[in-house]
């Protein structure tokens, strides 16, 4: 084995090495207002955007639904759909992708990426576009898979 295998690499440099060979990207960064964001790849979350993250996938949970679709015997054949828009007991609660670029950001610059002409979806469209190129990659290269 070569020297440069046992060289110790930075975290940075080990998380971006590893993203290189697993070929996906990651993160966006977007400058919005002179202000630069980074939209985190979903598996490259800092501990405090995966707690909050965890927090808000497990607030989904408690959310209002719609009637469960049940069988003739009463067995639920699928869980009601989640209320558009969301709400719990009945009270609006604030859109899925509002809470997760909030989860991301963080409530200070998440105000500001708002403000600055920012969008709350555009964190989702952004990780769909990061597991879209995955996927792709994954398609195209059997060995990536």
């Known amino acids: 084995m070569s ?27 977007v400058k919005v207002d002179d202000k630069e964001f980074t939209i985190s790849n979903p598996a490259l979350l800092t501990y405090e955007q995966q707690e909050a993250y965890d927090t808000l996938l497990m607030e989904l949970e408690e959310l209002d639904r719609h009637p469960d679709i049940l069988d003739e015997d009463g067995k639920v054949l699928r869980r009601g ?17 509002a809470r997760l670029a909030r989860a991301l950001f963080g409530d200070d610059d998440f105000t500001l990426f708002v403000a600055g002409g920012g969008r709350p979806s555009d964190v989702s469209l952004f990780w769909g576009e990061m597991n879209k190129r995955l996927a792709d990659k994954r398609a195209a290269d059997s060995k990536s898979s």
């Open 3 to 29: 020297q440069e295998e046992f060289q110790a690499l930075s975290i940075e440099e080990a998380r971006a090495q590893a993203a290189d060979y697993l070929g996906f990207v990651q993160c966006k960064v």
């Open 81 to 97: 759909a989640i209320k558009e828009p969301h709400r719990k007991d009945g009270v609006r609660v604030e859109n899925y992708d």
